[in-house]
């Protein structure tokens, strides 16, 4: 065969060799597309206050994390602003109880007798802080928000950057008790004046589904027997119907039966912290219904919760 006839004929091979390798065999192999993972809806938690009931915060939070149920962002009203912002510090349900029990009364509470007989405060912001290890509110693990009332208008004060500890000292100060919380020149009182549980705060922090943790009491025709029972009660009573509202815009309503322990029942941390449990154990049906609800309505399945 002839240089030239060789050529002829090679020229037509190596072509059809390089066609063979190149996109046409991709075509003959598609790869399989990658399945999307679509994200589950941003679940919020809504912790309501209740003093010494807010203990039974701590139950719901253990039940919810034994089934798999994990809140994106937590919103706080006094009591609950003061788990709230330990929970989203990044403390798991185990690491809040034993908290709660080593807590000293005594460590977070400083009366000051030239200003009445009432709590300044300052010994539960800096204890805050030293548990959350100095960080602001926009430095936490999850997105928190922290409900006061502003004295001078009574517009409800949503606090999500910034003093953590100032902003839970700011929600829990119940007026009559503790000082108001002075903050860039305005002044701060507790969060159940204008929002007892604080479900439109966080709706605020982008929860598709929202759950209220109600532990506030219901006048009962009894008469409290101290100062701190006595203003507790007058602002539930002034709250109720505004609670009633707000609750009426979360998607599952928890109610521990805490009705029985008083606003400074801190011996009673036990039975709270087991009514919490009970109480979301039986809300678990509501809560995945509502989940796997909003899923299917932002055209996504739903994620089954994991056990």
Same mark, same amino acid.
């Given at each position: 065969?002839?240089?030239?006839?060789?050529?002829?004929?090679?020229?037509?091979?190596?072509?059809?060799?390089?066609?063979?390798?190149?996109?046409?065999?991709?075509?003959?192999?598609?790869?399989?597309?990658?399945?999307?993972?679509?994200?589950?809806?941003?679940?919020?938690?809504?912790?309501?206050?209740?003093?010494?009931?807010?203990?039974?915060?701590?139950?719901?939070?253990?039940?919810?994390?034994?089934?798999?149920?994990?809140?994106?962002?937590?919103?706080?009203?006094?009591?609950?602003?003061?788990?709230?912002?330990?929970?989203?510090?990044?403390?798991?349900?185990?690491?809040?109880?034993?908290?709660?029990?080593?807590?000293?009364?005594?460590?977070?509470?400083?009366?000051?007798?030239?200003?009445?007989?009432?709590?300044?405060?300052?010994?539960?912001?800096?204890?805050?802080?030293?548990?959350?290890?100095?960080?602001?509110?926009?430095?936490?693990?999850?997105?928190?928000?922290?409900?006061?009332?502003?004295?001078?208008?009574?517009?409800?004060? &949503?606090?999500?950057?910034?003093?953590?500890?100032q902003a839970v000292r700011a929600s829990s100060s119940i007026p009559g008790v503790f000082e108001p919380v002075e903050i860039?020149?305005?002044?701060?009182?507790?969060?159940?004046?204008?929002?007892? &549980?604080?479900?439109?705060?966080?709706?605020?922090?982008?929860? +598709?589904?929202?759950?209220?943790?109600?532990?506030?009491?219901?006048?009962?025709?009894?008469?409290?027997?101290?100062?701190?029972?006595?203003?507790?009660?007058?602002?539930?009573?002034?709250?109720?119907?505004?609670?009633?509202?707000?609750?009426?815009?979360?998607?599952?309503?928890?109610?521990?039966?805490?009705?029985?322990?008083?606003?400074?029942?801190? +011996?009673?941390?036990?039975?709270?912290?087991?009514?919490?449990?009970?109480?979301?154990?039986?809300?678990?049906?509501?809560?995945?219904?509502?989940?796997?609800?909003?899923?299917?309505?932002?055209?996504?399945?739903?994620?089954?919760?994991?056990?």
């Amino acid at each position: 065969m002839t240089p030239r006839r060789v050529r002829s004929w090679l020229v037509p091979f190596f072509t059809l060799l390089v066609a063979g390798c190149g996109g046409h065999a991709a075509d003959t192999h598609p790869q399989a597309a990658l399945p999307v993972l679509a994200p589950k809806p941003r679940l919020g938690l809504a912790l309501g206050g209740g003093a010494a009931k807010g203990f039974a915060h701590i139950g719901v939070i253990k039940m919810l994390e034994a089934s798999g149920i994990h809140p994106d962002v937590v919103s706080g009203t006094s009591a609950g602003s003061v788990v709230g912002v330990l929970y989203a510090s990044g403390m798991d349900a185990f690491r809040l109880q034993e908290q709660a029990f080593a807590l000293d009364e005594g460590s977070i509470r400083d009366v000051r007798f030239f200003s009445g007989g009432l709590v300044q405060g300052q010994k539960l912001q800096d204890y805050v802080n030293q548990l959350i290890g100095q960080r602001p509110i926009e430095k936490l693990s999850k997105p928190f928000a922290a409900v006061a009332t502003e004295l001078e208008n009574g517009e409800r004060a &949503v606090f999500i950057r910034g003093n953590a500890g100032q902003a839970v000292r700011a929600s829990s100060s119940i007026p009559g008790v503790f000082e108001p919380v002075e903050i860039n020149g305005r002044h701060f009182v507790d969060g159940g004046v204008v929002s007892p &549980v604080p479900v439109d705060a966080a709706r605020q922090l982008g929860a +598709d589904v929202v759950i209220a943790v109600d532990i506030s009491a219901r006048p009962d025709g009894s008469n409290p027997a101290n100062m701190v029972g006595i203003v507790g009660q007058s602002i539930t009573i002034m709250g109720r119907r505004l609670a009633e509202q707000e609750l009426g815009r979360a998607d599952v309503v928890i109610r521990p039966k805490v009705g029985q322990i008083g606003p400074t029942d801190f +011996d009673q941390k036990n039975v709270a912290i087991l009514e919490g449990e009970r109480a979301a154990l039986a809300a678990l049906p509501a809560i995945r219904a509502k989940i796997a609800e909003k899923a299917a309505a932002m055209g996504k399945p739903p994620v089954p919760a994991t056990h």
